[in-house]
């Protein structure tokens, strides 16, 4: 592979997205209805395609049997391959091994539902493993994360941070950035008062 201009060296960056037409921002539909839930969740694929298009990056997809269109959002896509577990943090352990199966030793999970995330943020957090932190998070405003994983609960953050200090690991945290989780969470990021 060529060496691009801010390439994130042995790291593997894996993209959790869902297809196109499968349930997504289901707080969002709820309120609002499925249609502006799905332009909603297009926005944020592309804004994370945006961010990332200077790297080589894999999509690990659910939602349905193929990438279907999420090969035209992430169109410089290294590769795309199915989620596969029963729960989140099995599936992202799953396409971890799937990337060290390809030689990479470490591994960016992130997620598409925060646009606020940087490029800057990705270089930092390999980085921070290059220098030899275990363990980086991008935190976000509502007590999880964004890069590792964008689903959140009010305490995964804090729950991940108590884990990583019994194992005695080094972690890094990121600027805390904020994801769309509710209509009103993207009204925010569009008006821009995140």
């Not at 410089?76 to 199966?101: H, I």
Request: with cysteine; net charge positive.
């Amino acid at each position: 592979m060529e060496k691009r201009e801010r390439d994130i060296d042995a790291t593997a960056l894996i993209v959790f997205a869902k297809t196109l037409g499968s349930p997504v921002k289901t707080r969002i539909a709820r309120t609002e209805g499925k249609q502006v839930a799905d332009r909603i969740y297009s926005e944020l694929l592309h804004a994370t395609a945006e961010t990332i298009k200077g790297f080589p990056y894999y999509v690990a997809f659910t939602g349905g049997p193929v990438p279907g269109g999420l090969i035209a959002v992430f169109n410089r896509a290294v590769s795309f391959f199915p989620q596969t577990g029963n729960d989140l943090g099995v599936r992202m352990k799953n396409a971890c091994l799937y990337c060290q199966d390809l030689g990479f030793a470490r591994f960016i999970v992130i997620g598409c539902d925060c646009p606020g995330r940087t490029a800057g943020d990705i270089v930092q957090a390999s980085q921070a493993m290059q220098q030899g932190c275990n363990v980086v998070l991008g935190p976000v405003s509502d007590g999880g994360y964004h890069l590792a994983a964008a689903w959140s609960t009010k305490e995964l953050l804090k729950e991940t941070l108590m884990i990583v200090e019994k194992r005695n690991l080094r972690c890094s945290l990121l600027q805390m950035r904020s994801d769309i989780d509710t209509y009103k969470d993207y009204c925010s990021w569009k008006s821009g008062v995140r």
